[in-house]
Structures are given as structure tokens and as C-alpha cells.
């Protein structure tokens, strides 16, 4: 199975601040058909995930422009330009390219 | 819009079994490949299972082949998952998900949750 490695694990922003986390696979996530299935997840205290962000760098409908993707191969990225209070909560990337669908462990944003 | 509710968790023994239920609305339930994914507490995400659109093909993470099975009723806008054998580490939310633009087993993300259903297995 490919691994997802998240870091870091916690990242305490202050308001209006950026925040940044990165995401390594295991192997390269390009697939066959040339696309890259990763995706990024937001997960607000006691919700469900919400899809934030697919193939890398594809905003997913409603999602505020403040957030973006980025990355290549193993190497992949989410950027929050200015951090809201709304933007409190575990994010997670997970790759499609191989079976079976995997996660990161996840990176804890909260506010300083 | 898009609403999926999860149903059917619970308290269970030990070697017990459930089933949980997916009732979908707001888009054309057919035609959508379906997943679950369960979160164990105070933990990450993990792919369970997930199910084409006529129910004929169904793919499963290799640890809970054998004792989980996805369905699926269309006229009924439902998805389910029977869990046998039950075990502590089964304890979890599962939630189920829409599939957008997967293609089988890979590709594609999940484009809308829904709540999540808790199992507890315990004695």
C-alpha cells in the first residue's frame, strides 16, 4: 500500500496568518492516464471530512480561494493563504492512483 | 443538495454483526459509485470498501475481505455494509461517501460525506 506522510502533525497559526502542510507518498502518485489523485480533506471538530481540494490542485465547488493545492510525483502541498477561525480542524491528503485509496495521518490546525 | 445519512451502529458484542445503512438524496443515486470509509476514535481515515453503480463490481481493503460486504439498492437510494466477526479494532465512525470520477478501485476522490455512524465492539 502507498504511505502518506503528513507533516507536521499540529500547526498552531495566528488569525490571518498562513499555514501550510505537506504530504509525501510512498511512490509516485502519477497515474497511468497522466493524472494525480491526491486530494485534501477538511475535518472540522465533530464533522465529517469535507473535500477540499482533488488532483492536486483542483478546488472542489464552494471551497474559499484562501486554500490551494500544489506539488508533483511525491511531493504535494496545501496552503492556507490567511488562516480563519473557521479553518480549525484536522486535514487530511489521500492518494487514488493505487489501490487501495490511502490517507495521511492527518495535521492538526488550530489557533495560537 | 446532496444528503447522505448513515444508520444502523451500535453496541456490539465480540464475533457479532451489523448492518449499516447509507440513505442517499439529492442526486441520481444511480449513477454514482458509492464508498465507505470508517475512523477509528481519536484516529485517521481508512477506505473500507465501495461499490459500482449496478452493484456488479465491489472492491474491498484486503483486512476486512471476508467479513465486510457492500450492497447497494437503487430503487431504494441505499447503500449498506454488513460487518461480521466483529472485532475491537472495528470500532469506528463509518461514513459513507459519493465516488467522483473514480474508475473502479482508483482514481477519482470523494466528493460528499455524510455523518457517520458509530460501531462499538466491546464486551
Known amino acids: 500500500d502507498i504511505v502518506m506522510t503528513q507533516t507536521p502533525l499540529s500547526s498552531p497559526v495566528t488569525l490571518g496568518q498562513p499555514a501550510s502542510i505537506s504530504c509525501r507518498s510512498s511512490q509516485s502518485l502519477v497515474h497511468s492516464d497522466g493524472n494525480t489523485y491526491l486530494s485534501w480533506f477538511q475535518q472540522r471538530p465533530g464533522q465529517p471530512p469535507r473535500l477540499l481540494i482533488y488532483k492536486i490542485s483542483n478546488r472542489f465547488s464552494g471551497v474559499p480561494d484562501r486554500f490551494s493545492g500544489s506539488g508533483a510525483g511525491t511531493d504535494f502541498t496545501l496552503k492556507i493563504s490567511r488562516v480563519e477561525a473557521e479553518d480549525v480542524g484536522v486535514y487530511y491528503c489521500?492518494?487514488?492512483?493505487?489501490?487501495?485509496?490511502?490517507f495521511g495521518q492527518g495535521t492538526k490546525v488550530e489557533i495560537k | 443538495e446532496v444528503q447522505l445519512v448513515e444508520s444502523g451502529g451500535g453496541l456490539v458484542q465480540p464475533g457479532g454483526s451489523l448492518r449499516l445503512s447509507c440513505a442517499a438524496s439529492?442526486?441520481?443515486?444511480?449513477?454514482?459509485?458509492m464508498s465507505w470509509v470508517r475512523q477509528a476514535p481519536g484516529k485517521g481515515l481508512e477506505w473500507v470498501a465501495n461499490i459500482n453503480q449496478d452493484g456488479s463490481e465491489k472492491y474491498y481493503v484486503d483486512s476486512m475481505k471476508g467479513r465486510f460486504t457492500i450492497s447497494r439498492d437503487n430503487a431504494e437510494n441505499s447503500l449498506y455494509l454488513q460487518v461480521n466477526s466483529l472485532r475491537a479494532e472495528d470500532t469506528a465512525v463509518y461514513y459513507c461517501?459519493?465516488?467522483?470520477?473514480?474508475?473502479?478501485?482508483?482514481?477519482?476522490?470523494?466528493?460528499?460525506w455524510g455523518q457517520g455512524t458509530l460501531v462499538t465492539v466491546s464486551s
Open positions: 489521500m492518494q487514488a492512483t493505487q489501490f487501495p485509496r490511502t
Open positions: 461517501a459519493r465516488e467522483r470520477g473514480g474508475r473502479g478501485a482508483v482514481a477519482g476522490t470523494f466528493d460528499y
Open positions: 439529492g442526486f441520481t443515486f444511480s449513477s454514482y459509485w
